[in-house]
């Protein structure tokens, strides 16, 4: 395999960065009127305006030829045909064969592993889930006692948490009715504490989330809380309080669960990419089937469009290849997400674990060490509070973050009056990061406010914004489950052309391994910490938790 830093696009690109470095965003806006034209695509209603990044036509030809020499058609072709393209694992990725079904208008792909369709198991599974929430909702389904459920506790990490928890708070004005959701990740005990505080047993489901049944943390917190629950109803009542989602039958019935209260998905669906599956149960109950299959149906028109659209009018394509630009060519380390909406609050932790365990890789497909730089560090929050928090630093700071803007023409809140000022903001943060405010501006105000010279000349520097700063902008017409659902495909696809570029496997998350086994040996006592810091840390431990 050719390294990406060999492709002769890889070296006109470093050629070409070097050429525009001195550009301003404000001088490529001054020479083409018609730059948000330009620059922006369409999926559907979804408008991405990459306009406001140092790239020119040349810059784009060049990155659309790189992802062509980097074999960007054959490794969709893998992606999309089921090849086991997680070579680690020897498991495809095929994740977009959840969201077909529900593809609007019979549109979905089809999927097939070793010539074997995989739509009628995956359509079985979310006919059995729908069924099993429209039950619960409606109230045919209830608790030991009697009651009908009202309480859902997701007990689940990383993929088996963030990605409901995302949703189901993203489609908080979809929700209605009298179902409350809650999501149990930490092994932390205060955790649970918080939700079994406002838990009444007897109207709650506890959904145990978990694609091997093995993560130690979701283990515990489902211990503790079938404890909890059988100390209050009796060990009896788990039977009608408790469901599993996994992969592994074994454990699931080991753990005392029902296996006919067991949903199942399939080994080649990774964590961080399984929100589409049996994963999403606590979504289904919140929302309902039938907007369930609208967000998988988003998803699913954004699988056909990366899989059909041409590269320069391909959405995850140019998100993709922009993170390639801005982190190789540009040399900047980090990437802000930043959701104008407040119900996708979640949004920047949710991008954390799908960018940085999918691409934050150090060997290649091959295991050769890579001499590039992978993920960027991805962090953000819901604005306008990153505006009062971290915006200094995004304006002012010693290095530009290219910030992705997420904004929703529409509102669903009860106080739409609010949206105006919200969007506004949004568009300012990403004016005022492109253009800034010259020295000149900033001194000729404050000499009109009749500043004294000396303040003038001491305060210019600390006023004066430098501009020139990078920013993508999604604009969704409105925030509900179908651009919802397109919106977090068009990110997992964008993570796929990055890794495509940077030659490594997106799907697996080989890092997260020694710590655990490292926390699990230090539990158990064996061997003794080996580093003087570990050991002086765990003595300092047992001699406070011994102290009254
Ligand atoms: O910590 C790594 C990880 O394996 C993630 O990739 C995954 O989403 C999470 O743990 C939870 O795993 P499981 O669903 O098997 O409990």
């Not at 001195?22 to 559907?44: E, I």
């Not at 810059?59 to 680690?88: H, V």
């Not at 091959?366 to 819901?382: F, K, L």
Request: charge should be neutral; charged fraction near 20%; proline fraction near 5%.
């Amino acid at each position: 395999m050719t390294k990406p830093t060999d492709l002769s696009a890889w070296k006109s690109l470093a050629d070409h960065q070097a050429r525009l470095k001195g550009t301003t965003l404000a001088a490529h806006f001054a020479a083409d009127p018609a730059r948000f034209r330009n620059f922006s695509a369409k999926f559907g209603d979804i408008v991405l305006d990459y306009s406001k990044n140092g790239v020119t036509d040349v810059t784009m030809g060049l990155l659309f030829d790189l992802a062509r020499e980097s074999g960007i058609d054959a490794a969709r072709a893998k992606l999309f045909g089921g090849d086991r393209i997680n070579n680690t694992e020897g498991r495809p990725a095929l994740h977009m064969a959840l969201r077909a079904p529900a593809a609007h208008g019979g549109k979905g792909l089809d999927f097939a592993i070793d010539g074997k369709d995989v739509g009628p198991q995956v359509e079985r599974e979310l006919d059995l889930l729908c069924d099993f929430a429209d039950e619960v909702r409606m109230g045919a389904f209830k608790g030991a006692t009697g009651k009908r459920i009202r309480h859902i506790v997701n007990i689940g990490i990383g993929g088996s948490d963030l990605g409901p928890a995302l949703i189901v708070d993203g489609l908080r004005a979809d929700i209605g009715g009298k179902m409350q959701l809650d999501f149990v990740s930490n092994v932390d005990g205060a955790h649970l504490d918080l939700v079994l505080g406002r838990a009444n047993p007897e109207k709650t489901l506890f959904i145990v989330a978990s694609k091997t049944f093995t993560t130690a943390e979701t283990m515990a917190n489902a211990k503790a809380a079938r404890k909890w629950l059988a100390g209050k109803l009796g060990e009896a009542a788990v039977d009608r309080h408790f469901v599993a989602v996994s992969t592994n039958i074994e454990a699931v019935t080991a753990f005392g669960i029902n296996p006919e209260r067991m949903f199942r998905f399939w080994d080649w669906v990774g964590g961080r990419y399984s929100l589409w599956s049996a994963i999403g149960l606590s979504i289904i109950l919140a929302v309902g089937p039938h907007k369930f299959r609208d967000l998988l149906a988003g998803a699913a028109a954004v699988d056909r469009h990366f899989a059909e659209a041409p590269l320069s009018q391909n959405l995850p394509v140019i998100l993709g290849l922009l993170q390639v630009w801005h982190r190789n060519f540009c040399g900047l380390g980090s990437q802000a997400i930043l959701p104008y909406a407040q119900d996708l609050w979640r949004l920047p932790a949710y991008l954390q674990q799908l960018e940085m365990e999918s691409n934050g890789k150090r060997v290649t497909r091959e295991g050769q060490p890579v001499g590039w730089q992978t993920s960027p560090v991805i962090w953000g929050q819901a604005g306008t509070n990153g505006q009062h928090a971290f915006h200094q630093m995004l304006h002012q700071g010693s290095e530009p973050v290219p910030c992705d803007f997420i904004l929703t023409a529409r509102d669903r809140s009860a106080f739409p009056e609010q949206h105006q000022m919200l969007f506004a903001n949004g568009l300012a943060q990403s004016a005022a990061l492109a253009f800034g405010k010259s020295a000149e501006a900033v001194s000729a105000e404050m000499k009109a406010a009749g500043k004294s010279a000396a303040d003038v000349a001491f305060l210019t520097p600390h006023r004066t914004f430098p501009g020139n700063r990078p920013s993508t902008t999604l604009l969704l017409p409105v925030l509900d489950p179908y651009h919802l659902g397109a919106l977090i495909a068009l990110y997992e696809h964008k993570v796929f052309v990055a890794a495509t570029i940077w030659n490594i496997n997106p799907f697996d998350q080989w890092g997260v391994e020694l710590g655990k086994e490292m926390a699990n040996a230090l539990l158990a006592g064996q061997g003794g910490p080996a580093d003087s810091s570990t050991a002086g840390l765990m003595a300092l431990y047992d001699s406070y938790t011994h102290r009254k």
